[in-house]
């Protein structure tokens, strides 16, 4: 199996930037589709942001302009760009990969990385 790992987080101020890292702890062939999620005290976890194999992106509208997801094959790692930061963006923010590695198709989360945006 796939394990992912998360870095990046911490406190920022509002207007602030931050980037997630999500590094795959073996090869990946091919993504099929890969997201970053969130999930605040007292929510439901909510999709922020997805990019499918063919190259189509998702955004949350709430970050929609503010937040960009990319991808490095070398590196075997998945990055969350987050810029002009909010208290609202604050939670825990996993990763969430599912493709193929050398082992066969897998499905991944993160551990998780804690954002806090202080106002």
């Known amino acids: 199996q796939v394990q992912l790992v998360e870095s990046g987080g911490g406190l920022v101020q509002a207007g602030g930037s931050l980037r997630l890292s999500c590094a795959a702890s073996?090869?990946?062939?091919?993504?099929?589709?890969m997201g970053w999620y969130r999930q605040a005290p007292g929510k439901q976890r909510e999709l922020v942001a997805a990019?499918?194999?063919?190259?189509?992106?998702n955004y949350a509208d709430s970050v929609k302009g503010r937040f960009t997801i990319s991808r490095d094959n070398a590196k075997n790692t998945v990055y969350l760009q987050m810029n002009s930061l909010k208290p609202e963006d604050t939670a825990v923010y996993y990763c969430?990969?599912?493709?193929?590695?050398?082992?066969?198709?897998?499905?991944?989360w993160g551990q998780g990385t804690q954002v806090t945006v202080s106002s």
């Open positions: 969430n990969v599912d493709g193929h590695s050398h082992d066969g198709h897998f499905n991944s």
């Open positions: 073996k090869s990946i062939l091919m993504i099929n589709r």
């Open positions: 990019v499918l194999s063919g190259g189509s992106l």
